[in-house]
Nanobody
Framework: QVQLVESGGGLVQAGGSLRLSCAASGRTFTGYIWGWFRQAPGKEREFVSAIRWSGGTTYYKDSVRGRFTISRDNDKNMAYLQMNSLNSDDTAVYYC????????????????????WGQGTQVTVSL
């Protein structure tokens, strides 16, 4: 059974940093892609960032590029999201997800491209 478990969320002041971790188990993820999504109160879940398991190509939502850094450790089946210069717009539940590589446009931004999801971790940025 595949499991993804996020950790590292919490309360942080604006301008601060957090590092989210995602631990995956239950299968091999060779050729997959890791993604981070978030859902703010009253809003739909949105793409934040993604990284290819093989090669490490990264993708970012425009509003987080330059502030967030996604990485992965293939040996440990771990994905990370380093978040710097946090602001109130970053307050959300953050979800880790993974799925097989897709194709066509920005497929990695679509929730439908990911078949395994974590339970989410809350990130709250205070003013």
């Amino acid at each position: 059974q595949v499991q993804l478990v996020e950790s590292g969320g919490g309360l942080v002041q604006a301008g601060g940093s957090l590092r989210l971790s995602c631990a995956a188990s239950g299968r091999t993820f060779t050729g997959y892609i890791w993604g981070w999504f978030r859902q703010a109160p009253g809003k739909e879940r949105e793409f934040v960032s993604a990284i290819r398991w093989s090669g490490g190509t990264t993708y970012y939502k425009d509003s987080v590029r330059g502030r967030f850094t996604i990485s992965r450790d293939n040996d440990k089946n771990m994905a990370y999201l380093q978040m710097n210069s946090l602001n109130s717009d970053d307050t959300a539940v953050y979800y880790c997800a993974t799925g097989p590589m897709g194709f066509g446009g920005r497929w990695y931004e679509s929730e439908a491209s990911y078949i395994y999801w974590g339970q989410g971790t809350q990130v709250t940025v205070s003013l």
